[in-house]
C-alpha cells in the first residue's frame, strides 16, 4: 500500500499538468469528437426533439457500426506472436519465450488487444498500461504478484509534449484514474483526512487520482497525487529485491527499468499529435445525412398513407371517415360529388435512391466492400479467385495492420523489461513437444539469468493470411483435379484462414467412409455366405 506524505494547500503540481493535459485535448478536439463517436457507434445519433421535428421518425441505420466492426475485423483477422532473439553468448532464449508466452495468456493479452483495437477504431487511439500487482495469485494458489495490464481510454492520459509520436522519448506520461473515496482511502492505508478526500471529489462524487511516470539519469520513477493531496513521494519502478536492501545504504539496483510501462497505439495519424484519427470522425456527417433523408422518406409516406378528402357542408352529417376497409359513406349533399378523396402526388423514390448511392459510397470511401464484407455470393468461383478477390480487398488494411504489429513488438520489449524486474523466481507451465505431441510440464524462470541479456523482438504471422493463401489454394485445386492427392489431404494442408470448419468436415468424411467400409464389408460377408451355400 502507498503511504500519504501530505498535503499542498493549493493544487498539486500534478493536478496543473493535468488541467493543461485537458486543455490540449479540447483544443485539438477530442474530448469532443470521442464522446460524440461513441454515440453514433452505439446508435445515439439524433439530436433531442424540438418543437418543428416532435413528429418526425428518427431511424438509424448505423452504417458507422458495420465500418467500424468491419475494420477491427480485418486488423485482427491475422494472428500474430512475438517472438524474443537474443544478441547475449549462453542465453537460454526458449525458456524466455516459453515464459513470455505464459505471462501474455496469463494476462488474456488476447483480449486486451480487442478491447484496444476497439478504441482505435472508435477512438483514434489505444494505450496499453502495464503494472506490478501484489495481490496476483501464482499457480500453487498463493499471493505472489504478477504484472497486469489494463486499456487506457485517451482522455485519461497526458504527455509531456504530445506533438512527438513515440512515448519512449516523453518527458513524463501521466494516466487519470477515476475512484472513489474509499479506494483512495485505502490506497493511503487509512492515513489521509477525510476533510482531503471531500475537497478532492469531483461532481460526480470521483476522486482524480493521477499516477505519473518520468525518469531520473534514464531510470523510470513513478509518483501520485490527487488535486490536493501528495499520495506517494517519486519511487523507481523497480523493486529492491531483498539481497539489495542487505547492501550499504548507499543502495544500488542490479536491474533497472529504462521503458516505460505504457505502450500507445493509433488507428490513423493526425498530423502533430499523437493522438490519432478515429473511422468514425469522418463517418458522422454521412450518417447524419442517411438518417434524415430516410426520415424525410418514412415522414413523407407516413402523412400521405390515409390520405386526406374534401366534402361538401352537411355531406356527411356526423359520418367520421375511418380508412377502415370496406368503410360506406353516404353522401347528403344531393350532389353525388360531396364526398371525394384528394388526389395525392405518388411517394418519389428520389430520396431512396440517393440514400442508397450514400451508402455504398460511404462503404467503398471507408474501405468497406462487399468482398470484405462478406456480402459477395461466391457461386460459380474456385477458390483461388475466391482467395484473390480477399487478399486485393485487404491491401487497404495492411497499414493498419503493420502499425498494430508494431504496437505488439513495443508490447514485448516492456513485458521483458518486468519479466527482468520483478521474476525472480517463479513457477510456470512450459509446453514442450514430444513425438510430436504437445506436453505441459511445470518449469522455473529466474530473472537474475536474463539481467545483461539484449534482446530484440520480431513479430511472426502465426496463421497464414488471405493473400498467402491464392497461391496454395491454386495447388492445392490443380493436385486434386489430376488425382495427385485425397481430399483428406486437400483439406487438411487447406489454408485455415479460407477454411474455419476443417476439422468438422474431415470427421464427416472420416464416418462417410466408416459407412461405406461398413457396407462392403457386409456384402462380402453375404457373399461367402452364398458361396457355402452353393
Not at 498539486?12 to 469532443?32: H, M, V, W
Not at 494505450?127 to 485517451?154: Q, S
Not at 513479430?459 to 488425382?483: F, K, P, Q
Request: net charge neutral; aromatic share 10%.
Amino acid at each position: 500500500m502507498a503511504q500519504w506524505q501530505g498535503a499542498i494547500g493549493n493544487e498539486t503540481s500534478l493536478y496543473k499538468l493535468y488541467k493543461e493535459g485537458l486543455a490540449y485535448q479540447a483544443k485539438i478536439g477530442i474530448s469532443e469528437a470521442i464522446p460524440k463517436g461513441i454515440d453514433f457507434y452505439e446508435g445515439r445519433q439524433w439530436p433531442a426533439a424540438t418543437e418543428s421535428t416532435k413528429n418526425l421518425p428518427r431511424p438509424v441505420i448505423n452504417i458507422v457500426k458495420q465500418i467500424c466492426r468491419s475494420k477491427k475485423s480485418a486488423i485482427l483477422s491475422t494472428p500474430v506472436k512475438t517472438v524474443f532473439k537474443s544478441y547475449t553468448q549462453g542465453i537460454d532464449i526458449s525458456k524466455f519465450n516459453s515464459f513470455a508466452t505464459s505471462i501474455f495468456k496469463e494476462l488474456c493479452q488476447d483480449q486486451l488487444d480487442k478491447l484496444a483495437i476497439d478504441d482505435a477504431v472508435k477512438k483514434g487511439s489505444y494505450f496499453y498500461h502495464y503494472y506490478w500487482d501484489k495481490t496476483a495469485i501464482d499457480l500453487n494458489g498463493y499471493m505472489d504478484g504478477g504484472v497486469r495490464c489494463e486499456i487506457i481510454d485517451p482522455l485519461n492520459i497526458f504527455f509531456a509534449n504530445p506533438q512527438i509520436y513515440d512515448e519512449q522519448k516523453q518527458k513524463w506520461i501521466m494516466i487519470a484514474s477515476h475512484i472513489d473515496a474509499s479506494e483512495l482511502f485505502e490506497i493511503c492505508n487509512g492515513k489521509i483526512p477525510m476533510e482531503l478526500i471531500d475537497c478532492d471529489k469531483n461532481q460526480d462524487g470521483s476522486i482524480t487520482l493521477l499516477t505519473r511516470y518520468f525518469r531520473i539519469n534514464g531510470e523510470v520513477y513513478c509518483e501520485r497525487a490527487t488535486k490536493s493531496s501528495i499520495i506517494t513521494k517519486p519511487f523507481p519502478i523497480a523493486p529492491i529485491r531483498e539481497q539489495e536492501k542487505k547492501q550499504d545504504k548507499e543502495l544500488k539496483r542490479s536491474v533497472k527499468a529504462g521503458l516505460y510501462p505504457v505502450v500507445c497505439g493509433f488507428y490513423e495519424k493526425r498530423d502533430g499529435s499523437i493522438f490519432g484519427i478515429s473511422e468514425i470522425e469522418g463517418l458522422i456527417p454521412n450518417q447524419k445525412s442517411i438518417n434524415f433523408n430516410i426520415a424525410m422518406s418514412l415522414l413523407n409516406a407516413q402523412e400521405c398513407a390515409w390520405g386526406k378528402y374534401i366534402a361538401l357542408p352537411n355531406a356527411l352529417k356526423g359520418q367520421k371517415i375511418s380508412n377502415v376497409p370496406g368503410q360506406v359513406l353516404i353522401d347528403h349533399s344531393g350532389t353525388g360529388d360531396g364526398i371525394k378523396r384528394m388526389q395525392e402526388q405518388p411517394l418519389s423514390n428520389v430520396p431512396m435512391s440517393i440514400t442508397d448511392s450514400l451508402i455504398e459510397m460511404t462503404k467503398t470511401a471507408g474501405g468497406v466492400t462487399a468482398i470484405m464484407g462478406g456480402e459477395l455470393q461466391w457461386s460459380n468461383m474456385s477458390g483461388v479467385a475466391i482467395a484473390q478477390l480477399q487478399a486485393q480487398a485487404q491491401l487497404p488494411i495492411e497499414e493498419l495492420r503493420s502499425q498494430y504489429w508494431e504496437v505488439k513488438r513495443k508490447q514485448a520489449l516492456v513485458i521483458a523489461q518486468f519479466m527482468k524486474l520483478y521474476y525472480y523466481k517463479k513457477q510456470f507451465i512450459s509446453v514442450t513437444t514430444e513425438d510430436g505431441k504437445e506436453k505441459e510440464i511445470f518449469d522455473y524462470f529466474t530473472s537474475n539469468d536474463y539481467e545483461n541479456a539484449i534482446f530484440d523482438v520480431s513479430v511472426e504471422v502465426s496463421g497464414g493470411s488471405t493473400s498467402s493463401s491464392a497461391s496454395v489454394i491454386s495447388m492445392l485445386d490443380n493436385c486434386l483435379s489430376n488425382g495427385k492427392i485425397s481430399i483428406e489431404t486437400y483439406i487438411k494442408a487447406y489454408p485455415d484462414s479460407a477454411l474455419i470448419n476443417k476439422s468438422e468436415i474431415l470427421k464427416q468424411i472420416e464416418l462417410e467412409k466408416s459407412s461405406e467400409l461398413e457396407v462392403l464389408r457386409k456384402e462380402l460377408n453375404d457373399l461367402k455366405a452364398s458361396r457355402k451355400i452353393l
